[in-house]
């Protein structure tokens, strides 16, 4: 069964500019959460979003923003690119019961690497 | 705010000896617990996740164990192998499939 996968796998983009960075899930999960990963440092926290809405976001500007399609499929945008945007950005999926215990077990994609001269 | 913090940053060892690396968090209301190992410029797979009621997980030759109380999780590896140096990550998480808190990483080295 295919992973999390994620493209572009690395990007350049100059300062000011937008970019958009998709996510496709694990087959049967709806849950898809955006993570940013600077060099040396741990994850951050973006955005999760659930059944096509946002139910949560971390402390990011409105430049980053996210939606969810019907397919469970994400994008991540992040416009009036800085070059402290340089980071790789991660994405993960996990299966989110409706009612019930459940792991709560996230699953990662390779991520993202985008370059911001 | 809850806070996770992992020691040592950075850690070698030679080949075949068992190492302990240390997670520690502030909140001690997590719904789970997951340890990550990261290769550098790839992503995060998953080792091993413990649910707030366990107390530990095993697979192989790692071994994750929790105490919720006094905030602090261990992941023991033994008879370490060049194949196991990279970075190992531990993140809290304090709802079911909700967003993760994630320490900044020991990086480990197993030497041949």
């Known amino acids: 069964d295919a992973g999390v996968t994620q493209s572009p796998t690395h990007l350049i983009k100059t300062r000011g500019q937008h970019v958009t960075l998709r996510c496709s899930p694990i087959?049967?999960?709806?849950?898809v959460s955006w993570y940013q990963q600077v060099l040396g440092q741990g994850p951050q926290f973006i955005f999760q979003?659930?059944?096509?809405?946002?139910?949560g976001r971390g402390n990011f500007p409105d430049r980053f923003s996210a939606r969810q399609f019907p397919n469970y499929s994400s994008e991540l945008n992040v416009n009036a690119l800085l070059l402290g945007d340089s980071a790789l950005y991660l994405c993960?999926?996990?299966?989110?019961?409706?009612?019930?215990?459940?792991?709560?077990?996230?699953?990662f994609g390779e991520g993202s690497r985008l370059t911001v001269l | 705010k809850q806070e996770v913090t992992q020691i040592p940053a950075a850690l070698s060892v030679p080949e075949g000896e068992n190492l302990v690396l240390n997670c520690s968090f502030t909140?001690?209301?997590?719904?789970?617990l997951q340890w990550f190992r990261q290769d550098p410029g790839k992503g995060l797979t998953s080792l091993l996740l413990?649910?707030?009621?366990?107390r530990e997980q095993t697979s192989g030759r790692l071994n994750a164990s929790l105490d919720k109380s006094s905030g602090r999780s261990t992941l023991y590896i033994a008879a370490s192998q060049p194949g196991d140096s990279a970075t190992y990550l531990c993140?809290?998480?304090?709802?079911?499939?909700?967003?993760?808190?994630f320490g900044q990483g020991t990086e480990l080295s197993v030497k041949p």
């Open positions: 909140d001690s209301a997590i719904y789970n």
């Open positions: 413990i649910q707030s009621s366990q």
């Open positions: 993960a999926s996990s299966f989110k019961a409706q009612r019930g215990a459940n792991t709560g077990e996230l699953f």
């Open positions: 979003y659930y059944e096509k809405e946002e139910r």
């Open positions: 087959s049967g999960h709806k849950s």
């Open positions: 993140a809290v998480s304090s709802s079911q499939g909700g967003k993760l808190i």
